[in-house]
């Protein structure tokens, strides 16, 4: 199903650095997937400033590696609008790599070489206001979290959050206890799962008493 022409659909925004990657996406979105992008830049802060202020529903930021110019760009999409889905096209699929991308606020993560399919599949579900991300980014994290002392990096909130989720405190209760709204904490969950490649709690518990971070 088309995601909108004309001036109807979601506004949907696409960050790259080069105009050419920009022009290539613009015409696979049209002509694969039925999506307009309605809003284009590169990577400059004033651009990016500038189609923020469009309020997008999805960013698409195709990139080829996970390099602080990109992340910085990410991380200012993120602050600037929490609401907006962001979602990364990427060559990197090193497992350093992709655990780069890992510690950027995202809510998807699709590989070139995935193909026009997954690529489909991931902005249906980001405009549904879901997650995905292709296997090998989840496989990637979840055997880098299997390796004792070697956990993703996690921000302060997430750390502090995990042992509480692993011990099966409730997420409003655990929201009560950090003195965050229950919005936010669950902000803090989705990145914390995403981060350690698990998809439950069952498997966030397993990990937690791997890891040491509770007692089983």
């Known amino acids: ?14 960050l790259a650095q080069h105009a050419l990657d920009r022009a290539a996406y613009r015409a696979l979105l049209a002509a694969e997937l039925g999506c307009r992008v309605t809003v284009e830049s590169g ?3 004033t651009s990016v400033w500038a189609a923020m202020r469009t309020n997008p529903a999805l960013v698409i930021v195709a990139a080829d590696s996970p390099q602080h110019p990109v992340c910085d760009v990410v991380h200012m999409v993120a602050r600037l609008r ?3 889905r962001i979602l990364i096209v990427t060559d990197a699929s090193r497992p350093g790599q992709i655990e780069a991308w890992s510690r950027c606020p995202l809510h998807g993560y699709v590989a ?3 193909g026009v399919d997954e690529l489909r599949v991931a902005v ?26 070697n956990m993703p990096p996690l921000s302060p909130r997430e750390t502090e959050l995990l042992p ?9 209760d655990a929201a ?8 936010t904490a669950d902000g803090y969950r989705s990145s914390l799962l995403r981060k350690l490649g698990v998809h439950d709690r069952v498997q966030l518990a397993r990990l937690a008493i791997r890891q040491r971070i509770i007692d089983p």
């Open 1 to 14: 199903m088309p995601y909108g022409n004309g001036n109807s659909g979601p506004v949907i925004y696409l």
């Open 43 to 45: 990577l400059a802060p």
């Open 176 to 183: 009560g206890e950090m003195g965050v709204s229950y919005k």
């Open 124 to 149: 249906r579900a980001l405009l549904d206001g879901r997650e995905h991300y292709s296997a090998a980014f989840a496989d990637a994290l979840t055997r880098a979290a299997a390796r004792p002392g």
């Open 82 to 84: 929490p609401e907006t």
């Open 164 to 172: 509480l989720l692993a011990r099966g405190v409730t997420l409003r």
């Open 112 to 114: 070139k070489d995935d």
